[in-house]
């Protein structure tokens, strides 16, 4: 045990005294994780609007299709990603491989189902009675939309945020895009999982509860968000 806490006291010292490597895997976490949501609200809410409001055929599967990738590995992803972005694949001449935004383009199709789903879940428990008031009303077309995401907002913040939750402390798609590169791509779970290898848990242990404490705020924004719904 005097190792573990040998390694909490050297984790604390690292935190308040501004650890240069330690806070660059932070701010690069919150960079990639911050890019990720960012991408993925841009398409999936539209998309999870569409999914939940509209009637069409085949809606039924899609569905099914889009909740099933609820559950998708990060090392498929991860490795989907690789086969497209590396010197060989259709992308490989934007040269994403081991770079920020590459990582990024990963967590967005990994945290898109989330944002999908719970956005069409939100729009299909509104009220049917919304509908039918908004185009009495003589709303059409994006009028529509932004009503009936306004009236699910507490919901579709609730996808925002458990998608944020997923992004910032998946490690598989970070390692295989990322590459763990020292100062340039290394996260903060690619950093735990690097420093426990080599048997320096000091690092590990702060990166951890700076880990930890973004996951408090995130469950603390969701409760909070519920909240506001009941």
Same mark, same amino acid.
Request: glycine residues 10%; charged residues 15%.
């Given at each position: 045990?005097?190792?573990?806490?040998?390694?909490?006291?050297?984790?604390?010292? &690292?935190?308040?005294?501004?650890?240069?490597?330690?806070?660059?895997?932070?701010?690069?976490?919150?960079?990639?994780?911050? =890019?990720? !949501?960012?991408?993925?609200? !841009?398409?999936?809410?539209?998309?999870?609007?569409?999914?939940?409001?509209?009637?069409?055929?085949?809606?039924?599967?899609?569905?099914?299709?889009?909740?099933?990738?609820?559950?998708?590995?990060?090392?498929?992803?991860?490795?989907?990603?690789?086969?497209?972005?590396?010197?060989?694949?259709?992308?490989?001449?934007?040269?994403?491989?081991? +770079?920020?935004?590459?990582?990024?383009?990963?967590?967005?199709? &990994?945290?898109?189902?989330?944002?999908?789903?719970?956005?069409? +879940?939100?729009?299909?428990?509104?009220?049917?009675?919304?509908?039918?008031? !908004?185009?009495? &009303?003589?709303?059409?077309?994006?009028? !529509?939309?932004?009503?009936?995401?306004?009236?699910?907002?507490?919901?579709?913040?609730?996808?925002?945020?458990?998608?944020?939750?997923?992004?910032?402390?998946?490690?598989?798609?970070?390692?295989?895009?990322?590459? /763990?590169?020292?100062?340039?791509?290394?996260?903060?779970?690619?950093?735990?999982?690097?420093?426990?290898?080599?048997?320096?848990?000091?690092?590990?242990?702060?990166?951890?509860?700076?880990?930890?404490?973004?996951?408090? =705020?995130? /469950?603390?924004?969701?409760?909070?968000?519920?909240?506001?719904?009941?």
């Amino acid at each position: 045990m005097d190792y573990l806490l040998d390694g909490l006291r050297h984790a604390f010292i &690292l935190l308040f005294s501004g650890d240069v490597e330690t806070y660059s895997a932070v701010f690069t976490s919150l960079k990639v994780s911050s =890019l990720s !949501i960012a991408g993925s609200l !841009i398409v999936g809410i539209p998309a999870g609007f569409f999914l939940g409001y509209y009637e069409f055929a085949g809606k039924r599967q899609l569905r099914a299709i889009v909740d099933t990738l609820l559950a998708l590995p990060t090392v498929v992803v991860g490795l989907f990603v690789y086969a497209f972005v590396s010197r060989r694949g259709p992308l490989g001449e934007f040269g994403l491989l081991f +770079t920020i935004p590459g990582i990024a383009i990963a967590q967005m199709i &990994l945290v898109l189902p989330i944002v999908m789903s719970l956005t069409a +879940t939100a729009i299909e428990s509104l009220d049917r009675r919304l509908k039918t008031t !908004i185009l009495t &009303l003589g709303a059409r077309g994006r009028q !529509i939309i932004m009503a009936s995401l306004l009236e699910a907002r507490y919901a579709v913040l609730i996808a925002a945020v458990t998608a944020y939750g997923r992004a910032i402390s998946e490690v598989g798609v970070s390692m295989m895009i990322g590459g /763990n590169i020292k100062w340039h791509t290394r996260t903060i779970t690619t950093a735990i999982a690097l420093e426990t290898g080599k048997g320096q848990f000091a690092m590990g242990i702060a990166l951890g509860i700076v880990l930890l404490s973004i996951a408090f =705020l995130v /469950n603390f924004a969701l409760t909070a968000l519920k909240r506001r719904m009941a």
